[in-house]
């Protein structure tokens, strides 16, 4: 247990939908990262929230939104749903600004149909 | 854009064999290089390595390092079933704040 918690675990929607994925880092953690995860493809960085500020953006969707909030977790907002967004989306935490060592949740699937 | 390439994409041994996992970067600005073992979920950390020609072990793992080459290795001696994972290489960016994965190599150990 990496002490990074998500929820929902497993999530099914249609098209069009829009979902929030929720995060908790660990304790005492206050660098959060979000990567996609698809079929075939490794780990795609999405976005990092240091302390609640955004310090660092990668391929992350117009459609996608996320943030951090003052007791540290946090939110990946993912709009206008479609097919191919249907992947496992992990969060990760690190104490320090700068990354090292992370250390994932169990990671949410999401479906979309 | 910033690249890493693992090879080979899928490996199939026998239990006790070794093998040896490949990684290979192309980025702006090495930091340093990252293995994780990817079992049912989540990724968990391996190794760090930082410095080219020093190894780090843990157990039956080992990996090292080239900065010159731009690649690293990952060998697993006297394999076990327990072993079989997707190993993920990533290499953290200086000054970017991010992770670069791999695609990763799917390893699996038959009894």
């Known amino acids: 247990d990496s002490g990074v918690t998500q929820t929902p675990k497993h999530l099914i929607t249609a098209t069009g939908q829009r979902v929030t994925l929720r995060c908790s880092p660990r304790?005492?953690?206050?660098?959060v990262y979000w990567y996609q995860q698809s079929l075939d493809q490794g780990l795609q960085f999405l976005i990092q929230?240091?302390?609640?500020?955004?310090?660092a953006k990668g391929n992350i969707l117009e459609r996608f939104s996320a943030q951090q909030f003052p007791d540290l977790h946090s939110e990946l907002n993912l709009s206008s749903l479609e097919l191919g967004d249907s992947a496992l989306y992990f969060c990760?935490?690190?104490?320090?600004?700068?990354?090292?060592?992370?250390?994932f949740g169990e990671g949410s699937r999401l479906t979309v149909l | 854009e910033d690249k890493v390439v693992q090879s080979p994409l899928s490996l199939v041994v026998h239990e006790g064999d070794t093998v040896t996992l490949n990684c290979s970067y192309e980025?702006?600005?090495?930091?340093?290089l990252l293995w994780y073992k990817q079992e049912k979920k989540a990724p968990t950390f391996l190794f760090m390595l930082?410095?080219?020609?020093i190894e780090k072990k843990s157990g039956r793992l080992s990996s090292i390092l080239d900065k010159k080459e731009l690649f690293s290795i990952l060998n697993i001696t006297a394999t076990q079933t327990g072993d079989s994972a997707i190993y993920l290489c990533?290499?953290?960016?200086?000054?970017?704040?991010?992770?670069?994965f791999g695609q990763g190599t799917r390893l699996t150990i038959n009894p």
């Open positions: 930082t410095s080219s020609g």
């Open positions: 980025v702006t600005n090495f930091r340093s």
């Open positions: 990533a290499v953290l960016i200086q000054g970017a704040q991010k992770l670069v």
């Open positions: 929230y240091y302390n609640g500020e955004e310090r």
């Open positions: 990760a935490s690190s104490p320090s600004q700068g990354v090292g060592e992370l250390f």
């Open positions: 304790s005492g953690d206050l660098s």
